[in-house]
């Protein structure tokens, strides 16, 4: 019985391999799932809002989202990793914002989607 879990008889056998041709290398669907993991943290998203107003600094961070300037930096080093957001040092100060205009497109499609419900 186990072995028939996974069995399925292919009933559209031409559309199963036009799909199974287009669809991406397994490291890529990978990387894409890790890049989307970053964004299901309700502090990085908030981070990720702020920043899409304004290039800001730990300290003004903290104050927008409302939590420490520890967990501000944790949250920016794993966006960092990520590639969502850059930094640049003026002085002392190091200021951070998006790494480009399409961290704010994701973002905002996800929100019209999330809002046509």
Known sequence: MEDNIYECTVMHEDTVE??????PKDDLIYDLAEFFK???????????YALMKEELCVCDIANI??????????????????????????GKVVYYSLDDEHIAQIVKKGREHIEEL
């Open 18 to 23: 036009k799909v199974k041709k287009t669809m």
């Open 38 to 48: 970053v964004f299901a943290d309700s502090t990085r998203m908030k981070i990720i």
């Open 65 to 90: 989202v409302m939590t420490t300037q520890s967990a501000i930096s944790h949250q920016l080093r794993i966006l960092k990793q990520s590639k969502l957001v850059k930094y640049r040092k003026e």
